[in-house]
């Protein structure tokens, strides 16, 4: 389906070249199972609790596909060490005077300089009357009380500056904030005092981010309406927020990921399948999945059937949507979950279509941001990949590296730009310019990716030459041009400091 020594020179460069934001352990990925959770270093340096309870959450999330199978959904063998959805404690009697608090690890999202908030477990409550906006508001104590010390690498926390007011009480207020629930809705009122302590643009959109996506954690809640007290509205500095917004409103992404099911009609021949991930690895913000096909024989064919879609979350405790991936005739002997919980893959699950017969991959997500598969060979795979840096990735292109080398230490002579990632365009052509600071076309072009007009997507390596003696800020693009009037489609722009 591709050129195979091309593809795996592509993938071999652009993993030695990955811009690391978060340290990852990823599995070997001859040695990969995702029965076997991979070994990684907490971040937070949180207690053993932590770990079994946010087990314990993962079970409930996925317990009722993982333990119903029926003959229009997978049904999957529940790992023996998996409680009982019925061993969970049974909820208080609503009559309750007072709210019994126990420290739980708690899940709230922290921002990154130009991505999507990254998720993490921090000390906080559960209250034993569960109402959602007593949860809510638990979750937004968490995160304003967070040790700035405990933040994850690579992000920050502006919830740490709003200044609110300590007044209220009751279940439903904590620290100026307000809760009510309506549906799918939260409206969020904050009681402020000095103001919302960020300032610019990029803290505004970063704390609203942290916002939303934290609200949203709370199953059943997928909007967050977030006003000041006595007002119909919230402004963040000079940010205006007047209306409900969703993870995706708010993500950064100019598309969101299709929920439109991907069919792709090739071999289905039996296989043996292994899995593996990465998060962060390859780009920033992105998470990959790959199924490592073994036909048994040198004469299979490497173009596989399969198809890959988002569906609706089977259960929002861990996740607001999900990817589900079928393989006809795929035989994974895996019959555990792995619980991930770094953003934006929360956990992965397998199992069988009793129906079909096929392999079947469930990916829970943060959200629906973009995503893309691609078949590789040498050996057959299908990877797919999930999100990545926002402003490089569109619905048709997606770049995970862009890197200025220079011949000398500064581009008097020979300076080139050297860029991979993934397309899906026509005739697998994707063309390029770069602009420099005024807005002034300096270079164009045009390459071509490794595989034209297709559903799958094609990767690319390639080297684009620069004008030799041009230093300073510049800005890369890169589009589809419409074959029915040139017009720029799927256009992404990576502002570049050239020296």
């Known amino acids: 389906m591709s050129d195979e020594r091309r593809d795996d020179e592509i993938i071999g460069r652009a993993l030695s070249r990955a811009i690391e934001t978060i340290d990852v352990n990823q599995t070997p990925f001859e040695r990969s199972r995702i029965a076997s959770a991979p070994a990684r270093r907490s971040i937070f340096g949180l207690w053993q609790i932590a770990t079994a309870a946010a087990a314990v959450v993962l079970a409930l999330a996925i317990g009722s596909w993982l333990t119903r199978p029926t003959e229009g959904q997978p049904g999957v063998a529940a790992s023996p060490t998996t409680p009982a959805a019925s061993a969970s404690a049974p909820a208080p009697s609503a009559t309750a005077s007072a709210v019994v608090a126990t420290s739980v690890p708690t899940w709230v999202y922290f921002a990154r300089d ?40 690579g992000a920050s926390n502006p ?36 103001g919302w302590g960020v300032r610019g643009a990029a803290q505004s959109q970063a704390l609203l981010q942290q916002l939303v996506y934290t609200i949203t954690e709370e199953p059943g809640i997928r909007r967050a309406l977030i006003t000041e007290k006595g007002k119909p509205q919230a402004i963040i500095d000079q940010l205006v927020v007047d209306k409900p917004l969703t993870r995706e409103d708010v993500s950064g992404y100019t598309a969101r990921g299709s929920v439109d099911p991907l069919q792709i009609g090739g071999a289905s021949s039996p296989a043996k399948l292994t899995t593996n991930y990465s998060v962060d690895s390859l780009a920033p913000g992105l998470a990959r999945f790959v199924i490592t096909f073994d036909y048994g024989t040198s004469s299979a064919s490497n173009d596989p059937q399969f198809s890959a879609g988002l569906i609706p979350a089977t259960n929002e405790t861990t996740g607001k949507a999900e990817l589900e991936i079928t393989i006809p005739n795929g035989s ?33 997500l943060d959200d629906q941001r973009p995503w893309r598969a691609m078949v590789l060979s040498n050996p057959t795979r299908i990877v797919i990949d999930i999100g990545g840096l926002p402003r490089a990735v569109s619905d048709r292109i997606a770049v995970y590296r862009a890197q200025v080398f220079a011949a ?22 994707v063309v390029w310019r770069v602009k420099d600071g005024a807005g002034k076309v300096i270079a164009n072009g045009h390459f071509l990716t490794s595989l ?41 722009q990576i502002p570049l400091m050239i020296r």
Not at 119 to 141: D, K
Request: proline share 5%.
């Open 114 to 153: 130009g991505l999507p908030p990254v998720g993490a477990f921090v000390s906080g409550y559960a209250p034993t009357i569960a109402s959602q906006g007593a949860h809510i508001s638990e979750r937004l104590s968490a995160l304003r009380d967070h040790a700035s010390g405990q933040v994850p690498s």
């Open 332 to 364: 994974d002997t895996t019959t555990t979950a792995t619980q991930v919980d770094r953003s934006p893959l929360r956990w992965i699950a397998v199992g069988k279509s009793n129906s079909i017969r096929a392999q079947v991959y469930r990916l829970g």
């Open 452 to 492: 034209g007009t297709s559903a799958v997507w094609g990767t690319f390596d390639t080297s684009i030459q620069l004008p030799s003696g041009f230093t300073g800020n510049a800005t890369l693009e890169l589009y589809e041009a419409s074959p029915k009037d040139g017009s720029e489609q799927g256009l992404v």
């Open 159 to 194: 919830m740490s500056l709003v200044a609110t007011n300590a007044g209220g009480g009751g279940a439903q207020t904590s620290m100026g904030i307000t809760l009510s629930t309506q549906g799918d809705l939260a409206t969020v009122e904050f009681d402020l005092v000095p």
């Open 408 to 429: 000398t230490p500064a581009c008097s002579t020979t300076c080139d730009l050297e860029l991979s990632g993934a397309a899906r365009v026509f005739e697998a052509n």
